[in-house]
């Protein structure tokens, strides 16, 4: 299954998807303000010898290959997070 992830922050979602699809993410989406949270995920994938595509949402607009499924994690004030499909 094609998935992909948006706002990955530290990445244990991704990660967890990654191991229950039984592939990685076709690419990674964030927003410029996100990124400073996300090194630890774009340091492991390096460190793993992969080269995940990683796109900033609000500074490009190039079109992404089109997935089965978008994770996400929604996590608000209180610390309750929730996660969405699309």
């Known amino acids: 299954m094609k998935h ?8 244990g979602e991704i990660l967890a998807s990654a191991d229950a699809y039984g592939t990685d993410p076709e690419y990674l989406m964030t927003y410029s303000g996100f990124m400073a949270n996300e090194t630890h995920l774009l340091n492991y994938y390096k460190e793993q010898g992969k080269d995940i595509p990683y796109h900033i949402l609000d500074e490009t ?11 996400f994690l929604f996590v608000l004030g209180c610390g309750c997070g929730f996660f969405f499909f699309y």
Not at 61 to 71: G, H, L, R, Y
Request: glycine fraction near 10%.
């Open 61 to 71: 607009s190039e079109k992404m290959k089109n997935v089965d499924i978008v994770f």
């Open 4 to 11: 992909a992830g948006i706002v990955p922050l530290i990445g």
